[in-house]
Nanobody
């Protein structure tokens, strides 16, 4: 089984930064998507940023373009989400997910087969 473990969540002030990391262990694939989702109570899961391996093609939600950057190390063993210029609206539980899919479906949760347990991000004004 593929295990995904998130870390790096916490509290920050608006305008500040946080860096999330997702570490994969167990069986991995040479071609896949690794994507960060977020979800608040009463809301649907939202794709934040995704990266395709091995091409390193990246995808971002409009709400985070120019502020967040997704990257990977060690052939996808670790995926990072650098979050700059944080906004209160970024407060959410953030989840790391892995899936086999086409790029047009990168932000659809149903396309992902493996999920981490989540890490909380709280942004205050």
């Amino acid at each position: 089984q593929l295990r995904l473990v998130e870390s790096g969540g916490g509290s920050a002030q608006a305008g500040g930064s946080l860096r999330l990391s997702c570490t994969a262990s167990g069986h991995t694939y040479s071609t896949n998507f690794m994507t960060w989702f977020r979800q608040a109570p009463g809301k649907e899961r939202e794709g934040v940023a995704g990266i395709h391996l091995p091409s390193d093609t990246t995808y971002y939600a409009d709400s985070v373009k120019g502020r967040f950057t997704i990257s990977q190390d060690n052939a996808g063993e670790t995926v990072h989400l650098q979050m700059n210029n944080l906004e209160v609206e970024d407060t959410d539980m953030y989840y790391c997910a892995r899936g086999l899919l086409y790029g047009e479906h990168w932000n659809q949760p149903a396309q992902y087969s493996d999920w981490g347990q989540g890490t909380q991000v709280t942004v205050s004004s």
